[in-house]
């Protein structure tokens, strides 16, 4: 018989999903989100790391307790760690954890979360001497996502990061059962676990894939019908406005709510320009600071709304004090996805609740081409959509086509969507120059796959 779990050891389980394990589908579990459930005790440790101002981790801070409130937590304590050198045992020193631990002990508090990942066995010495559960900072965001998810499509996905996240940190969930007492047929059942859960984990990971695959190509299907379509998506900073944005546009009715990953599926809703325009608008799950890599790759199948887009509406939220570190971690992300050449506009939201002229000013001198908007009052929508009309206008490209005399259904697609500039019938094969828009070319397989197109490397089209 296994000794009992200690209670740290229990809670240590449990937060890395151990409950669930047993489980055939862990996205099923729905209890911890019961209305009236008891909000859990939270006590924050900000870092400020070598070399960063005090002013821009206490931002980082108040992100934090954002994140901790969107989780269901109950914040008790904030405490800003400021760090000369990184500690390889406790990340923080041995010294400062054990002054957080009388304070975590003063507050009562049921968990502490950290803005930081240390590493799994930091993790394990700072649950330890803080004697309480201990949650990083992309624990917490992969909570978050689990509450938030409500297809099948996003609970697979965070279905698979959460599998991917508790993989390497399996060992501090059983280091109770290790070697407790000596002695023949006494040693290694936590090792023994260890490895069973680990299978346990592996094939789980294994069956997510493969179901994220299966989801992938109907995706790929229904996006392929789009071709004929100009694309746009819609990336940003968690909570600047993107759902309301896509609302305000195209009246997709998609859920918006001043919180945190409020929106994790993609949503594509047809976009209306104008008569004769056909263009759609796609909104996609938001960013932030320090997003699980796991998270990031296992919504591909979601985030390939953007990498397939033939432009990217990159919204930022002007009232935002940290607006420009924002706009850098999209950036960041949108270069890491492949897809930092593609066509972007950006769109400053929220200019209803700016207070300070000067950020106004800055973004008019230092972002001349950007537009100004306020998706909750509509104001600047219309130069929004004339913007968006003037990026499709420059998607034109001119071509070189070889056609065979006798290919009628080629000859009539030319004229209808292009524009004839030259034709030349000297030889077997009548060469014609024609100017149409690249979504069409690309639809009639003719832009080179080798070359790929210009307009998407972010040059000037041909």
């Not at 209670?7 to 937060?15: E, F, L, M, N, V």
């Not at 304070?103 to 009562?108: E, G, L, M, N, R």
Request: proline share 4%; charged share 30%; glycine share 8%.
């Amino acid at each position: 018989m296994s000794p009992p779990r200690s209670k740290i050891g229990d809670d240590r389980a449990r937060s890395l999903g151990f409950d669930r394990l047993k489980i055939e589908d862990a996205s099923k579990g729905e209890a911890e989100n019961a209305p009236g459930a008891k909000r859990e005790r939270a006590f924050l440790i900000g870092i400020c790391k070598p070399g960063e101002s005090v002013t821009s981790a206490q931002d980082h801070l108040d992100e934090l307790a954002m994140l901790a409130e969107t989780a269901g937590a109950e914040i008790v304590e904030r405490e800003l760690v400021k760090l000369r050198q990184f500690d390889p045992a406790f990340y923080i020193g041995k010294g400062k954890v054990a002054e957080l631990a009388s304070y975590v002990a003063d507050s009562q508090a049921d968990l502490v979360v950290l803005d930081e990942d240390p590493a799994p066995a930091q993790a394990r010495n700072l649950e330890r001497e803080l004697k309480t559960r201990l949650v990083d900072r992309s624990g917490l965001i992969l909570d978050i996502f689990a509450r938030r998810a409500q297809t099948r499509e996003a609970r697979t996905q965070v279905d698979l990061a959460q599998m991917k996240y508790m993989l390497p940190r399996l060992t501090g969930a059983w280091t109770h059962l290790e070697r407790q007492q000596g002695g023949i047929g006494m040693r290694g059942p936590g090792e023994t676990q260890i490895e069973t859960d680990r299978r346990i984990i592996r094939e789980r990971i294994r069956k997510l894939e493969e179901d994220l695959a299966v989801i992938d190509r109907q995706h790929k299907t229904q996006r392929s019908k789009r071709r004929d379509v100009f694309r746009f998506s819609l990336a940003g900073y968690t909570n600047v406005g993107k759902s309301t944005l896509m609302n305000a546009l195209t009246s997709a009715g998609v859920y918006e709510e001043n919180l945190l990953f409020a929106t994790l599926d993609s949503t594509t809703r047809a976009l209306p320009l104008g008569q004769g325009i056909k263009a759609v608008l796609s909104d996609t799950v938001g960013f932030i600071r320090k997003l699980p890599p796991g998270l990031v790759a296992s919504f591909r199948s979601t985030l390939a709304e953007i990498e397939e887009a033939d432009c990217i509406l990159h919204v930022i939220d002007a009232a935002s004090p940290t607006y420009r570190e924002q706009m850098e971690t999209v950036d960041k992300i949108l270069g890491e996805m492949g897809v930092g050449e593609l066509p972007v506009v950006e769109v400053y939201n929220k200019v209803d609740a700016l207070d300070d002229t000067a950020g106004l000013k800055w973004v008019r001198e230092q972002r001349p081409e950007a537009v100004l908007v306020s998706a909750r009052t509509g104001t600047g929508l219309d130069m929004l959509r004339e913007r968006m009309k003037l990026v499709m206008e420059g998607g034109k490209v001119t071509l070189d086509v070889e056609i065979d005399p006798a290919d009628g259904k080629l000859w009539q697609e030319l004229y209808r969507v292009g524009e004839i500039l030259s034709t030349d019938a000297s030889g077997p094969k009548i060469l014609v120059q024609v100017q149409m828009d690249r979504v069409d070319a690309g639809r009639l397989g003719l832009l080179e796959p080798a070359k790929a197109d210009p307009w998407r490397r972010g040059g000037e089209p041909e």
